[in-house]
């Protein structure tokens, strides 16, 4: 196991924070809202501006 040693434990330690803030509610939100404004400029780009005067 990585723990076996203290340099080995602190680093599972880090990790496993690195993991829990990752997957925390917050930062899935802020990814999926990236991800979202991302595409939604990719989107703008590709279709043609529409005429709202009908």
């Known amino acids: ?4 040693t203290e340099i080995g434990k602190r680093c599972r ?4 924070s690195v993991e829990r803030e990752w ?4 930062a899935v939100v802020r ?3 990236q991800l ?5 400029g ?3 780009l590709i279709m043609p501006p ?3 005067s009908t």
């Open 42 to 44: 990719e989107i703008k």
């Open 36 to 40: 979202a404004d991302q595409r939604l």
């Open 23 to 26: 997957n925390s509610p917050e």
């Open 50 to 52: 529409q005429d709202s």
């Open 13 to 16: 330690e880090y990790f496993l």
């Open 31 to 33: 990814r999926a809202l």
């Open 1 to 4: 196991m990585i723990q076996r």
